[in-house]
């Protein structure tokens, strides 16, 4: 399997783009603002057609280019229902001091949403995606795990959106946050993970379940 990304927008949101090996369906993790231009040189530069757009959360960060990208390929969005309302309206997940900046600004849904449910398996452009439910960050936070051949076996690569990432967590202030919820994720849906697991996080960069395990001052 191949994994590219790159970080979009004033957040530095990290967008995945993911396919087997040889294949021409892909799948997006997360478009945030400004990524449908890098998107496009991605699916030129590797002869890529993207089948679906997989949302780890409702944020605006990681949603803003979804309904575009969708629409424009005629492909679906996978997002938790709970955080579906942000779709459509993205100040409800910030808060008003936050949604200052997008005052004036009209979002819709894509054409096609898919609800994502806790344990979920979904194959999408011959991968197999695993959903858990990570409440914490939003109300509606997933994890996505798949997994992948190296030379020394097989090695599990799970997108933790804004629930883990290298060296912290993700932020419970916002509206659907719960600092402790959070860390139950964290505890139930990841450091049950082997520490071997790669971990790709919604910002920031890379790094593995056993790391964190031991030296993520959150998690002690």
């Known amino acids: 399997m191949r994994v590219m990304g790159f970080p979009a927008g004033m957040f530095q949101t990290n967008c995945y783009v993911i396919a087997r090996d040889g294949e021409r369906n892909c799948v997006v993790i997360d478009p945030g603002q400004d990524a449908l231009p890098a998107l496009r040189s991605v699916f ?17 960060d990681h949603m803003w280019s979804a309904q575009p990208l969708c629409d424009e390929h005629g492909i679906p969005a996978f997002i938790h229902a709970e955080d579906r309302g942000m779709l459509s309206d993205p100040a409800s997940g910030i808060g008003p001091q936050l949604s200052g900046f997008i005052q004036g600004m009209e979002f819709i849904e894509p054409g096609t949403v898919k609800d ?24 509606g936070s997933v994890i996505a795990r798949t997994q992948v051949d190296t030379d020394a076996g097989p090695r599990d690569i799970v997108f933790s959106g804004d629930t883990l990432f290298a060296g912290g967590i993700g932020r ?31 910002h920031g960069g890379a790094t593995t379940i056993g790391h964190e395990r031991a030296t993520n001052p959150f998690l002690r």
Do not use: C, M, N, Y
């Not at 806790?118 to 914490?136: N, Q, W």
């Open 116 to 139: 994502i449910q806790d344990g979920d398996v979904i194959e999408l452009a011959g991968i197999e995606l695993r959903f858990a439910h990570a409440p914490g960050h939003t109300k």
């Open 44 to 60: 030129e530069e590797h002869e890529l057609a993207p089948v679906a757009v997989v949302l780890t959360h409702g944020h605006l």
């Open 172 to 202: 419970s202030d916002l509206p659907g946050g719960d600092a402790d919820q959070l860390l139950r994720s964290i505890r139930e849906t990841l450091l049950v993970l082997d520490d071997g697991t790669t971990v790709l996080p919604g």
